[in-house]
């Protein structure tokens, strides 16, 4: 069994995801992945996610997930209480 790596979708993320009885989303991985590669696999576009956390602490786009990570998204219409400069998704 490939090690997993949990997703929690936030917000109006959640209607993108198709199974929504399967949550926290978990993924399976070999490898590490990109997070834009991880919005692709789970149809959300970026354009829809502010804010993305791995691991508890803020993360840019390129971050790098790996097996065991836990990976937080959260949607354009939460506010954010701290200006993360480029580490929010444009």
Known sequence: MKP??????FGSLR?????????PLQIALENS???IEILKCVKIEPEEVQ??????????KDSTVHPGDRLS??????????????????
């Open 4 to 9: 997993l790596a949990e997703i929690h979708v």
């Open 15 to 23: 209607k993108s995801i198709e199974d929504r009885n399967n949550y």
């Open 33 to 35: 992945i990109l997070i």
């Open 51 to 60: 804010l993305i956390m791995l691991n508890y602490k803020a993360a840019s």
């Open 73 to 90: 998204l959260f949607p354009k219409e939460y506010p954010i209480f701290a200006d993360w400069k480029d580490l929010r998704f444009r």
